[in-house]
């Protein structure tokens, strides 16, 4: 059974940070790697979504990576923001199974202080 | 640009009482799915649909009911609500295609007492 998991469960950092989120997942056969945003009382939005064959992705201040092989995926943030407190979740789509299901870790709680 | 709608947004029910919950979705995806997020748990899979008309079970089915009569909405019904249904659902849509993102609602706050 694929386990994702999220380490820390939170982190607080000041304003202007560069910081790493990390996610892992045991089974590496997936298609792809998708990370989330959740703001409290709010839906999840997406972030980034890589391909099983990408190494990374970008998107403005972020950037993601992905180590297929040895499971494991991070989110960089660079020069962290207070705006950009909110939970961070990364989610895996399996090969196996049907559907196109997403499985989740826990997330990482993050506050950015001024 | 709606995107995935839930309804209701807050809901409190008595154990034993049913009700449903509606997800639709203006992308015209083909996936569908309901999870519901419980602290220290994460999201778990109640049920999902790959297309209209059908469904079929996640990680956490037991005490749910899902129907896909049309494209566009997925309903959650909960026959006899428990205590242990206490939680936070969210409905998510996806196209067909293997490598495109998921979409999710905003989410029903769900307390039964």
């Known amino acids: 059974k694929q386990e994702v998991t999220q380490i820390p469960a939170a982190l607080s950092v000041p304003e202007g940070e560069n910081l790493v989120l990390n996610c892992s997942f045991t089974?590496?056969?997936?298609?792809?790697l998708q990370w989330f945003r959740q703001d409290p009382g709010k839906g999840l939005t997406s972030l980034l979504l890589?391909?099983?064959?990408?190494r990374e992705q970008t998107s403005g201040r972020l950037n993601a990576s992905l180590d297929k092989s040895s499971g494991r995926s991070t989110l960089y943030i660079a020069a962290s923001q207070p705006g950009d407190s909110a939970t961070y979740l990364c989610a895996v789509t399996p090969l196996t199974g049907g559907g196109n299901k997403l499985t989740f870790g826990t997330g990482t709680q993050l506050k950015v202080e001024l | 640009n709606a995107g995935v709608t839930q309804t209701p947004k807050f809901r409190v029910l008595k154990t034993g009482q049913s009700m449903t919950l509606l997800c639709a979705q203006d992308m015209n995806h083909e996936y569908m799915y309901w999870y519901r997020q419980d602290p220290g748990m994460g999201l778990r899979l109640i049920h999902y649909?790959?297309?209209?008309?059908?469904?079929a079970k996640g990680e956490v089915p037991d005490g749910y009911n899902v129907s896909r009569l049309k494209k566009q909405n997925f309903l959650l019904g909960l026959e006899s609500a428990a205590p242990s249904q206490t939680s936070v659902y969210f409905c998510a849509s996806k196209a067909g295609m293997v490598n495109t993102e998921a979409f999710f609602g905003q989410g029903t706050r769900l307390t039964v007492v």
């Open positions: 890589i391909q099983s064959s990408q």
């Open positions: 089974d590496s056969a997936i298609y792809n």
């Open positions: 649909s790959v297309g209209e008309g059908t469904t």
